[in-house]
Structure formats: C-alpha cells, structure tokens
C-alpha cells in the first residue's frame, strides 16, 4: 500500500530499528517510546485492523514469543499489549514493557529515543535468528 510507513519499513525503504523478523511479521522499537522496549509488531502484508488478519494465531504467538524472551532481558515485570490503530493505518501491536522498579520512566524512553541502536542489538541477539 502506498504511503504506508509501516509497508515502507517492512520493504526496508523506511528507517526502523528492527529486532525480529520472520517471514510473517517484523517488529521494531516504536519511535515515540512509552517505555523502554516499548515495540511494534506489524504483519508483513498490509491489513487495516489486527483483527483482519487471516491468521491472528499465529501473529499473536510470534507477540507471546517475543514477550517471553523480552521481559527478563529488559527486567521488566510484564508487558502490555494495545490495539489502537489510529495513527498508522496498519495493522499493529504494542508490546509495551511495564517495571516493578522504577527505572524512570522519562530515562528509560530517552534511552530509546536518543541511543536507539545498543537497544535494538541487544533485543535482536537476545530474539535469534531470523533478523536481515
Ligand atoms: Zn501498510
């Protein structure tokens, strides 16, 4: 779909800073973080609504897999999950990492605003293979 930011970052013509890839799905960290780890899994191919995903299943076990190796690399206590869709009209998951400790919220987003890449690194070795 034209002028979709998310097809363009599937397409690798859109900067992201991606740590997990496979052939259905890719997740980045979110650009305007809500906390540190704060990420997007989006479907390759371009649907509306999550809900119009022919297999929401599977999408939903690659979140569930990539929540389970995230929380303890991030020392998060658990991570919540949104549907909103509003801003990019693409089909997308937040998975965002929610702390017992307060690690400091506005810290933890500067991290990932400002030193973007040792997060996405260290996400993506963490996550294995399947990254380009
Ligand atoms: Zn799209």
């Given at each position: 779909m ?8 599937v397409?690798?013509k ?26 997007q ?5 371009h649907?509306?609504?999550i809900?119009?995903l ?20 991030l ?14 009209k ?9 702390y ?19 997060l ?13």
């Open positions: 034209e002028n979709c930011v998310f097809c363009e970052i397409a690798k859109a900067p992201a800073f991606i740590v997990y890839e496979d052939d259905e799905t890719i997740a980045f960290l979110d650009r305007y973080p809500q906390t540190l780890g704060h990420l899994l989006v479907p390759k191919v649907h509306r609504w809900y119009e022919p297999d929401i299943g599977t999408f939903f076990a690659t979140a569930q897999k990539i929540i389970r190796v995230i929380i303890p690399v020392e998060a206590d658990h991570v919540t999950l949104g549907t909103f869709g509003r801003e990019v693409h089909a997308h998951l937040w998975i965002v990492p929610q017992k400790k307060e690690i400091g919220l506005q810290e933890g987003k500067q991290r990932q605003q400002e030193k973007p890449t040792q996405a690194q260290l996400l993506k070795e963490t996550l294995g293979g399947g990254v380009s």
